[in-house]
């Protein structure tokens, strides 16, 4: 029969968060420093150590303070929804953090 219909989509795998050899791999990848944007390959690594998977706050603290761009991969990782404990955030980890609070989100 040409009308058999479409097989059901499965679900994506649910999203894991990044055990603590799998961060300190993500770390070790990454360039020390203090910019503020992280350079095209730095975005790269990071994206792709970080598809379909999570991370706790306090490991993008961690980040945010030893890698180039760091900062800006925290507010990215709170953004694409990878923080599995969101309401760990603070004020200290930066404007975003404030600005978000000051709408009610």
Same mark, same amino acid.
């Given at each position: ?23 300190? *791999? ?10 503020? %944007?992280?350079? +095209?390959?730095? $975005? @790269? ?25 760091? *900062? ?10 990878? %923080?599995?404990? +969101?309401?760990? $955030? @603070? ?15």
């Amino acid at each position: 029969d040409d009308c058999d219909p479409m097989p059901p989509a499965s679900a994506p795998p649910p999203m894991t968060v990044l055990s603590e050899a799998e961060f300190q *791999a993500l770390m070790s990848s990454l360039q020390t420093g203090c910019g503020d %944007l992280p350079s +095209p390959s730095q $975005l @790269r690594r990071f994206r792709s150590a970080t598809n379909g998977r999570m991370l706790w706050t306090s490991q993008m603290r961690e980040l945010a303070e030893a890698k180039d761009g760091g *900062a800006h991969l925290f507010r990215e990782a709170y953004e694409r929804q990878l %923080l599995a404990d +969101p309401q760990e $955030l @603070r004020a200290s980890d930066g404007p975003w953090v404030q600005a978000l609070w000051a709408l009610g989100a």
